[in-house]
C-alpha cells in the first residue's frame, strides 16, 4: 500500500474532491491509499481504521464461513464507500476486502473524524442514499439467480472482476457466487470463446469483445 503525499495527494484531492459530501472541511483529514491487484486493503477479522471511498479502480468483499470456505459476497466499484459499517457499529464482525484491480481510495482516518462524520446531518444523509442503493443492489443479485440465464450474469461477472481486458477468477469462486454448477459455467464459458467474446490464455480469459458482454449484462440493468 501507498499513501500519496504532497502535490500528489493534492491532485487527487482537486480532481476527485468530495467535499460536497460532508458539512464539514472534509479535505485536511484525507490521507490518499493506493492499492495493487489482489492487495488486501482490510483483512477479514480485523478492524479498519479508515472510511474508505473508492476513486479509482475496483474492489470484492469475502466473508469466511464457520466450516472455512471462503465466499466472494459483492463488488466495490469507484464512488462506493466501504468501512461505513464499522463507522456505524463498533462491534460489526469486518469482512475482507482485497483490490481487484490497482485500486486509489479515499481513506477517512477513525480516531480524527468519527465523531464528527456520525454528527455530520449532510454526510448520514448521503451515506442513507448509499446504503440504499447497496441494499437494493445486493437484493436483486438473489433474484437475478432465478429469472435470468447464465449467459446474461457472467457477462455481469466478468465485467466486474476483470483487470482491464484480463479476466482470472477462479472458477469454484465463480460457481458460488452465482449459485451455478461447474459444469454448466464451463459450457458457457466455451461459448463465449466459440462466439469470440473471450480469449482463453492458460490459466485466465482475455475479453476480445466487451461490447458484446455489455450488451449482455445490460439486460440486468435494465430489468
Known amino acids: 500500500m501507498e499513501i500519496y503525499k504532497n502535490e500528489k495527494r493534492q491532485r ?62 459483492n463488488f466495490i466499484n469507484e464512488e462506493d464507500f466501504f468501512g461505513e459499517m464499522e463507522l456505524l457499529n463498533p462491534i460489526y464482525y469486518t469482512k475482507g476486502v482485497q483490490a481487484s484491480t490497482k485500486t486509489v481510495c479515499f481513506a477517512i482516518p477513525f480516531h480524527r473524524c468519527r465523531a464528527r462524520m456520525l454528527e455530520d446531518a449532510t454526510f448520514l444523509r448521503e451515506l442513507a442514499k448509499f446504503l440504499s442503493v447497496k441494499s437494493t443492489q445486493m437484493a436483486a443479485k438473489y433474484t437475478q439467480s432465478l429469472s435470468f440465464p447464465l449467459e446474461n450474469r457472467l457477462a455481469d461477472f466478468i465485467l ?42 492458460g490459466r485466465h480469459y482475455r475479453i476480445l469483445q466487451p461490447k458484446e458482454l455489455n450488451g449482455l449484462a445490460r439486460v440486468l440493468m435494465n430489468e
Not at 472541511?25 to 482490510?42: A, G, M, Q, S, T
Not at 466486474?160 to 459450457?187: I, M, N, P, W
Open 12 to 73: 487527487y484531492l482537486e480532481e476527485y474532491s468530495i467535499g460536497y459530501l460532508f458539512a464539514f472541511p472534509i479535505e485536511e483529514f484525507l490521507e490518499v491509499h493506493e492499492y495493487k491487484r489482489d492487495e488486501w486493503i482490510i483483512q477479514e477479522g480485523t478492524r479498519p481504521d479508515f472510511l474508505f471511498y473508492v476513486i479509482e479502480g475496483k474492489a470484492k468483499i469475502y466473508v469466511t464461513h464457520q466450516n472455512g470456505k471462503v465466499s466472494l459476497i
Open 160 to 201: 466486474q472482476s476483470a483487470d482491464g481486458e484480463v479476466y482470472k477468477e477462479k472458477h469454484v469462486t465463480v460457481c458460488d457466487f452465482l449459485g451455478v454448477s461447474y459444469r454448466h459455467l464451463l459450457y458457457v464459458f466455451a461459448q463465449f470463446c466459440d462466439k469470440g467474446y473471450l480469449q482463453k490464455e
